[in-house]
């Protein structure tokens, strides 16, 4: 009966910081995403010669973070289309996920990025980061 009791209390314990950590895991996962559109889009322009009519799905092929099972993320670039000389991706977590509140995660063009646990919109500077500190 003891043990059944401390076993109960270390997983009390565990749970709250494995759910955590598979919060940070998905986060990290959907900005590795995003760098690789952003490498796209350098290509795009690059073929192209301007960003101007880039669409998420055109680029990565979904508009959502996975692009396969349980969506996280839905994906925008803001202007959709992107104009021509800029372009700024935004990850906004999916309303019922276990990702719902923790915060938006934006790159751009010029490779700031930016994440804020309760953000709900990007506020991209040079000195802008995504890594929570």
């Known amino acids: 009966m003891i043990v059944v009791a401390i076993v109960a209390i270390l997983a009390a314990i565990a749970y709250p910081s494995y759910q955590s950590y598979k919060v940070r895991v998905s986060r990290a996962e959907a900005q590795v995403v995003m760098l690789e559109i952003a490498a796209k889009m350098s290509a795009y322009k690059n073929s192209k010669g301007n960003y101007s009519g880039a669409t998420v799905a055109s680029i990565y092929g979904s508009t ?46 010029q490779n700031q990025r930016f994440w804020g646990k309760a953000a709900k919109t990007c506020v991209l500077s040079p000195t802008s980061t995504w890594d929570g500190r």
Do not use: H, M, R
Request: hydrophobic residues 35%; glycine residues 8%; charged residues 10%.
């Open 64 to 109: 959502v973070i996975p692009s396969q099972g349980n969506a996280l993320y839905d994906l925008a670039f803001s202007p959709s289309p992107t104009t021509e000389t800029g372009w700024e991706l935004i990850a906004t977590p999916k309303t019922g996920t276990a990702q719902a509140n923790n915060g938006v995660i934006c790159v751009n063009d």
